[in-house]
């Protein structure tokens, strides 16, 4: 079983800064993939970036790149040049191959975007 | 193209009532899933269903019930209904063999029981 943490309920950012997301996760899995997803407004899960534990070069998707720390079991999200389209709420994933490929969630941290 | 769509995005309905939520996917994945956000935005894990197997989270009452027609499609029901099942109700699918576990979600269903 995997449980994933996300400590900050709320950030905010100025237009065009960077900003980090913060997740922690525990597995016992040794084969296991990690996910942001975004959820803006809209309420649609959208994938933003993935990250295979057994890659040790971190993903990175344009403006988004993570920071996995596989020891520390750490994966945080870094989002350069913010834009307004930014702003929503971010959680973090893990999901393994035991059993049931079930993703488990993390409860979310809401990003606001300042103009 | 929709990939994966769920009917319908907003449900109304009183407590005891007898409900449905459709999903369907065309991505030719293997495996769906259905999820449950809580007003809170919590998201947990129902059921995931993957050629006939069903696997059921422990703590989801046996009044919800998914149902799956065949591999494009996983409905589902809930029987008498409860103030507690008011949340936002997420449909995903994914693809096995894949082995990168990466789900594609519905837009979702905000199901208020009054």
């Known amino acids: 079983a995997q449980t994933v943490t996300q400590s900050q309920p709320e950030m905010s950012v100025q237009e065009a800064e960077t900003v980090t997301l913060s997740c922690t996760y525990d597995?016992?899995?040794?084969?296991?993939?990690l996910f942001w997803y975004k959820q803006p407004p809209s309420r649609q899960m959208i994938l933003v970036i993935r990250?295979?534990?057994?890659?040790?070069q971190n993903a990175t998707e344009n403006r988004f790149s993570v920071n996995f720390q596989k020891a520390a079991k750490s994966f945080s999200l870094k989002i350069s040049d913010s834009q307004l389209g930014d702003a929503a709420m971010y959680f973090c994933?893990?999901?393994?191959?035991?059993?049931?490929?079930?993703?488990?969630f993390g409860k979310g941290t809401k990003l606001s975007v300042i103009p | 193209d929709t990939a994966v769509s769920q009917t319908p995005k907003y449900l109304v309905t009183q407590m005891g009532n007898d409900k449905s939520i459709k999903c369907e996917q065309n991505?030719?994945?293997?495996?769906m899933y259905w999820y449950k956000q809580d007003s809170k935005k919590f998201l947990k894990i129902m059921f995931s269903?993957?050629?006939?197997?069903?696997?059921i989270n422990e703590t989801v009452p046996n009044r919800f019930s998914p149902k799956s027609p065949d591999k494009a499609h996983l409905n589902l029901h809930i029987n008498s209904l409860e103030l507690g099942d008011s949340a936002v109700y997420f449909c995903?699918?994914?693809?096995?063999?894949?082995?990168?576990?990466?789900?594609?979600f519905g837009p979702g269903t905000r199901l208020t029981v009054t």
């Open positions: 994933a893990g999901g393994s191959g035991a059993g049931s490929y079930q993703l488990t």
């Open positions: 991505l030719g994945h293997d495996t």
């Open positions: 995903a699918s994914s693809y096995r063999q894949e082995l990168s576990y990466e789900q594609y």
């Open positions: 990250q295979e534990a057994y890659k040790q």
């Open positions: 597995t016992s899995e040794s084969d296991y993939y």
């Open positions: 269903y993957n050629n006939k197997e069903l696997i």
